[in-house]
Nanobody, 122 residues
Framework: EVQLVESGGGLVQAGGSLRLSCAAS????????IGWFRQAPGKEREGVSC????????YYADSVKGRFTISSDNAKNTVYLQMNSLKPEDTAVYYC???????????????WGQGTQVTVSS
């Protein structure tokens, strides 16, 4: 059974940083892509970033490029999302998603975690 457990969310002031973690189990980590989506109240779900754990390829939404960094620790079956220079508009529930490729993840297909709340105050 695929399990994704997010952690690291919280309340931070604008300009601050948070690091989200996604601990994965139940599948061969190196064969998958892991991505992050976010959804704010009243807004559509948005793909934020994705990493191919097999070759390290990364993808970012324009809204987070230069501020967020995705990485993976294959020994720990964990993907991280380092979020710097946070803005109030980054406030959302952040979800971890596992799929066969980042293209699949970008479509929202795959297995989802339960989400972690990120709140950025102005």
């Amino acid at each position: 059974e695929v399990q994704l457990v997010e952690s690291g969310g919280g309340l931070v002031q604008a300009g601050g940083s948070l690091r989200l973690s996604c601990a994965a189990s139940g599948f061969t980590f190196d064969d998958y892509a892991i991505g992050w989506f976010r959804q704010a109240p009243g807004k559509e779900r948005e793909g934020v970033s994705c990493i191919s754990t097999s070759d390290g390829g990364t993808y970012y939404a324009d809204s987070v490029k230069g501020r967020f960094t995705i990485s993976s620790d294959n020994a720990k079956n964990t993907v991280y999302l380092q979020m710097n220079s946070l803005k109030p508009e980054d406030t959302a529930v952040y979800y971890c998603v596992a799929g066969t490729t980042c293209r699949v993840v970008a479509r929202g297909r795959g297995s989802w975690g339960q989400g972690t709340q990120v709140t950025v105050s102005s």
